[in-house]
């Protein structure tokens, strides 16, 4: 039975995304060994960066984010997907601060990724598009910030693949951040999350219009694929607490069981619309190529396996933030990051915070997750002069 009936999402130029474009001409050299170049930077800002160029944030996506934290989609037209936090007066007061969010490299909404033209061969690149890391992602977000000139950003924040990259920039630019706040993340990518997210790569790859990666040349797209991709990882956002609050064993539209294989369940058909609506704004591709750089996240093994040693010297004040009901990155992980920040004599602070949202509790209105966040920016904005926030 199929999930989505009609696939949407093309391949566009970077230049067709609404935002901010920055064409990099000096090649990245990636953790693969490969010098990647020229490649295309597509952000959004938020506020005005102030005359000393002290009260910029970074603001890192998750796997499926992009650049527009607050602005509206421009494919499914829905609100930013940090909206609640970026604003005059939120939290992220643009009143206050200049915000910058970039699509990673290797996505799909303006930066360069597997679905952009490859000006060798005049075709999507493909699987011929380098594997990327975190760390690949953070080096072009440093050569944006560059050329922003901004030296030293106030704070870099995020969750879930956001989290490591802002932990990312904390061990590989010390000196370049003030703050960071890492919000449900972990220092590496567990052999359960990694187990997940081969799911979904198989699911895509086993998808006959998948056609080795070469779909957009050949005008296909395995669009089945990716929404079972995206189902199986929905669930592991949510909670057991949470699927129950909302669904328990509700029927979709009926009164009885159909004794067959629609979806029956309204938990059902909520997954099926969550991988039909997610084909329309995401690239297949990207989804193989941003979940393998999660998978490589080891920021210990970077430094000979001691993660202490990754935060060495750093003189950036921490925030962690984990949730009670977040299975896949649960709060035993953000300890981890919290005791090797201790062992390095770092400033760092740490809140777990109680809700059966699940992972994607930073998404969500948590008025605990405001207040905390509110309290701890308002502290480094005094420390770094900024004044304080009402």
């Known amino acids: 039975m199929s999930i989505v009936t009609s696939p949407r999402f093309r391949s566009s130029p970077a230049e067709s995304w609404p935002g901010y474009r920055l064409p990099v001409r000096e090649p990245l050299r990636l953790d693969c060994g490969i010098d990647f170049g020229p490649f295309t930077i597509a952000y959004q800002t938020y506020g ?41 007066g939120r939290v992220l007061d643009t009143d206050r601060y200049f915000l910058i969010c970039a699509n990673v490299l290797g996505g799909c909404m303006g930066t360069t990724g597997p679905q952009e033209v490859n000006p060798a061969t005049g075709e999507p690149w493909a699987l011929s598009f380098p594997v990327i890391t975190i760390r690949d992602m953070v080096r072009a977000q440093k050569r944006l910030i560059e050329h922003l000139e901004i030296d030293s950003l106030f704070c870099v924040i995020g969750g879930s693949m956001g989290a490591m990259q802002v932990l990312q920039w904390a061990a590989s630019y010390p000196d370049c951040i003030f703050a960071a706040v890492p919000l449900a993340g972990a220092a590496r990518h567990s052999a359960q999350n990694i187990a997940f997210h081969e799911v979904g790569r198989q699911a895509i790859m086993a998808d006959p219009d998948w056609c080795g990666g070469r779909y957009l040349s050949l005008g296909r797209n395995p669009v089945q694929g990716l929404a079972v991709a995206r189902m199986a990882a929905h669930i592991t956002y949510l909670s057991e607490a949470a699927l129950h609050r909302k669904f328990g064993r509700n029927l979709q539209d009926r009164l009885s069981v159909t004794y067959g294989f629609d979806a029956d ?26 979940t393998r750089a999660m998978d490589y996240f080891d920021l210990a093994a970077e430094h000979d396996g001691s993660l202490a040693s990754a935060f060495n010297g750093t003189r950036s004040r921490f925030c962690i933030i984990s949730f009670t009901s977040d299975w896949l990155f649960p709060t035993s992980e953000s300890r981890q990051i919290v005791h090797a920040l201790n062992a390095a004599a770092a400033n760092v602070s740490f809140v777990e915070i109680a809700t059966d949202n699940g992972h994607d509790a930073f998404l969500l209105h948590e008025p605990e997750l405001f207040e905390t966040l509110r309290g701890f920016l308002n502290g480094c904005a005094e420390h770094r002069g900024l004044g304080r926030s009402p």
Do not use: M
């Open 48 to 88: 005005t960066l102030n005359p000393d160029r002290s009260n910029a944030v970074l603001v890192c996506h998750a796997l499926s984010g992009d650049q527009y934290a607050a602005d509206p989609h421009p494919i499914t037209g829905k609100p930013g997907w940090w909206q609640s936090l970026i604003g005059p």
């Open 265 to 290: 369940f309204q938990v059902e058909s909520y997954l099926r619309h969550q991988g039909s609506t997610f084909v329309d704004r995401f690239d297949a591709n990207s989804y193989l190529y941003i």
